[in-house]
């Protein structure tokens, strides 16, 4: 048995073109290992499905940070070998998941950052690519204006000012047992210039092993400090369900931090719960190359 489960991210919408956009990066994803039997390879093409479709907060149609302009950040991570790579923060470049794919295959480090990031993936041929959508970069210049005139800003950390899209994530089994995920993001809306999510902080924000593969999504701060992805997978090699763990998970988090986000995970036994305690937390799963339905567990906090 194959999965590949897919997110959008928390208060993003659940209407068709959103979900329609996740089934296809999942089937994406399972024809990739289909035709490769690669666990990364397949992991890339359902994220970089996710990055060139301007409805997500991911690649192309991110946030804009305070600055009015796009860092992104990136990671994969290797169940059974262990191997993680990420990029953070990130200008210039969508495939933020493919350059981190890169810094695991082709050189001896885990983590590159910044403009140290974005010349390796010059270096390795990736396109220039500002990644502003003319909807992100009016939700900037309204915020912008807003503060001028003293207003106070009401949006989504997640998303800007349209609550529609955040940071997108896969986790996938193989029909040989082996696990990984991926994430992909465009960060918080008006962050600090060289802020970083929990996206390639392994533990934090993604996590794969023999037991489990998570990725999580949200305020990345909370995730980071909680080291929720690390928790989960500590719950299940325990012996717990993913539901179980991953409602154990998202309360903690916010008990800690009284953050909102959510989480996806898959078990060596093709289990699998979507857990999340925000407004919204679309999903698409894909088993054995068919599209599935999955309950999203939402947990008041």
């Given at each position: 048995m194959s999965?590949f489960?897919?997110?959008g991210?928390?208060e993003?919408s659940?209407?068709t073109p959103y979900?329609?956009?996740?089934?296809?990066?999942?089937?994406?994803?399972?024809e990739?290992?289909?035709?490769?039997?690669?666990r990364?390879?397949?992991?890339?093409?359902a994220i970089?499905?996710?990055?060139d479709n301007?409805?997500?907060?991911?690649g192309?149609g991110s946030?804009?940070n305070?600055?009015?302009?796009v860092?992104?950040d990136g990671s994969?991570?290797?169940?059974?070998t262990?191997k993680?790579?990420?990029?953070?923060?990130?200008?210039?470049?969508?495939h933020?998941?493919?350059?981190?794919?890169?810094?695991m295959?082709?050189?001896?480090?885990?983590?590159l950052a910044?403009?140290?990031a974005?010349l390796f993936?010059?270096?390795k041929?990736?396109?220039v690519?500002?990644?502003?959508?003319?909807?992100?970069?009016?939700?900037?210049q309204?915020?912008m204006?807003?503060q001028?005139?003293?207003?106070?800003l009401?949006?989504?950390?997640?998303?800007?000012?349209?609550?529609?899209?955040?940071?997108?994530?896969?986790?996938m089994l193989?029909?040989?047992?082996?696990?990984?995920a991926?994430s992909s993001?465009?960060?918080?809306f008006?962050?600090?210039p060289?802020?970083?999510?929990d996206?390639p902080f392994i533990g934090?924000?993604?996590?794969?092993?023999?037991?489990?593969a998570?990725?999580?999504?949200?305020r990345?701060?909370?995730?980071?400090?909680t080291?929720?992805?690390?928790?989960?997978?500590d719950g299940?090699?325990?012996?717990g369900?993913p539901?179980?763990?991953g409602?154990?998970?998202?309360r903690?988090?916010?008990?800690?931090?009284?953050?909102?986000?959510?989480?996806?995970?898959?078990?060596r036994?093709g289990?699998?719960a979507?857990?999340h305690?925000?407004?919204?937390f679309?999903?698409?799963?894909?088993?054995?190359g068919?599209?599935?339905?999955v309950?999203?567990?939402?947990?008041d906090?």
């Amino acid at each position: 048995m194959s999965v590949f489960f897919v997110h959008g991210s928390v208060e993003t919408s659940t209407e068709t073109p959103y979900i329609k956009g996740l089934e296809r990066a999942a089937l994406k994803g399972w024809e990739k290992l289909t035709a490769t039997e690669s666990r990364i390879d397949s992991l890339e093409a359902a994220i970089n499905e996710l990055e060139d479709n301007p409805l997500y907060n991911a690649g192309l149609g991110s946030v804009l940070n305070r600055d009015g302009y796009v860092e992104v950040d990136g990671s994969i991570m290797d169940g059974e070998t262990g191997k993680f790579a990420a990029v953070a923060s990130m200008p210039l470049i969508r495939h933020a998941v493919s350059v981190a794919k890169k810094v695991m295959l082709e050189t001896k480090h885990v983590v590159l950052a910044g403009e140290g990031a974005f010349l390796f993936a010059r270096e390795k041929g990736f396109p220039v690519d500002n990644c502003i959508t003319q909807e992100q970069l009016q939700s900037w210049q309204l915020a912008m204006d807003l503060q001028k005139s003293g207003q106070e800003l009401v949006f989504s950390p997640y998303t800007g000012l349209r609550k529609e899209t955040d940071t997108v994530g896969c986790v996938m089994l193989d029909d040989r047992g082996r696990l990984a995920a991926a994430s992909s993001t465009g960060g918080s809306f008006l962050k600090l210039p060289g802020r970083v999510g929990d996206t390639p902080f392994i533990g934090g924000g993604i996590f794969a092993s023999e037991h489990c593969a998570v990725v999580c999504t949200g305020r990345g701060e909370a995730f980071i400090q909680t080291l929720t992805a690390k928790f989960v997978d500590d719950g299940i090699q325990a012996g717990g369900h993913p539901e179980q763990v991953g409602r154990e998970a998202i309360r903690r988090m916010f008990e800690k931090t009284g953050e909102s986000g959510g989480l996806l995970v898959v078990d060596r036994h093709g289990r699998v719960a979507a857990v999340h305690n925000s407004d919204s937390f679309p999903v698409a799963l894909v088993v054995d190359g068919k599209v599935k339905q999955v309950e999203v567990v939402q947990i008041d906090t």
